[in-house]
């Protein structure tokens, strides 16, 4: 029993040291795990910002293309006026020069007619060149616009992806971590339930023990009651009276020895 007490003893003081350390690395493992979270949300952050990032660059490279398509019609068709445009000038400047040798007034009204029908068209494709001027001017506007914003974005793709290395470090340093800290942990809550079982084994042992000693006290009372009930009956008749009587019968036999010293 005295065994069982003091390895009791000595498992509940194991105990409390093996709770301080399980804690301890409960913590750690903990802390470890909250800073894997951390790397892994902002890595998968990242890679979200990083795609939503692509899927606006290429929305602006179909609308870029589309502006482009657009700008290079205007652009043709400009072209293609200011070409009309030079076509008609020279007609205006022919038919200018033939109305100085005109000689007949019916010859003169015919070229001024057409001369008029000329410059009618001439100012139709310079107002059409100037419309054509003033899209083009607009959509050029708006492809810098658009090759702006895609700089941009291109630019916050690149750092972002510069970064990510760093990060995907991180997150698997952390994640390592968290496995070191796990095993840690683990082994040490192992160690204290362990100890837990074996302190509640020898805990009921112990508990046994003391009970079949409860249960033998009583018992050994009784016996002595028992024996203390018997004494009575295992005295025998009065001896010590007999002995008072002798010793009466010495002391009266005394005075007759003291009668033989005075004579």
Do not use: H
């Not at 083009?136 to 972002?160: A, C, F, G, T």
């Not at 409860?214 to 295992?234: C, E, G, H, N, Q």
Request: no cysteine; charged share 40%.
């Amino acid at each position: 029993m005295v065994t069982l007490v003091s390895t009791a003893k000595k498992l509940t003081k194991q105990k409390l040291e093996l709770g301080k350390i399980r804690r301890s690395s409960e913590r750690e493992f903990k802390k470890a795990k909250a800073v894997s979270r951390k790397f892994s949300s902002s890595l998968t952050s990242l890679e979200k910002r990083v795609n939503s990032s692509r899927e606006q660059a290429e929305d602006l490279g179909q609308v870029l293309n589309q502006k482009m398509a657009q700008i290079e019609s205007v652009q043709r068709l400009k072209n293609t006026a200011i070409e009309k445009l030079g076509l008609e000038t020279q007609n205006k400047e022919q038919l200018e020069g033939e109305s100085e040798f005109a000689n007949t007034e019916e010859e003169k009204n015919s070229i001024a007619s057409r001369l008029s029908v000329i410059q009618s068209v001439i100012d139709d494709i310079k107002n059409e060149i100037k419309q054509r001027k003033s899209m083009e001017k607009k959509l050029q506007q708006s492809i810098d616009e658009y090759n702006k914003s895609k700089s941009k974005i291109s630019s916050k793709i690149k750092k972002n992806l510069n970064s990510k290395p760093t990060l995907v470090k991180l997150v698997k340093v952390s994640k390592n971590k968290v496995e070191t800290t796990a095993k840690k942990f683990n082994s040490s809550k192992s160690r204290e339930d362990s100890t837990k079982n074996r302190l509640i084994k020898i805990s009921s042992e112990l508990s046994e023990i003391m009970k079949k000693k409860a249960k033998a006290k009583p018992k050994t009372r009784k016996a002595k009651t028992r024996k203390a009930k018997a004494k009575p009956k295992t005295r025998k008749a009065k001896a010590k009276p007999k002995t008072r009587k002798a010793k009466t019968r010495k002391a009266k036999a005394k005075p007759k020895t003291r009668k033989k010293t005075r004579k």
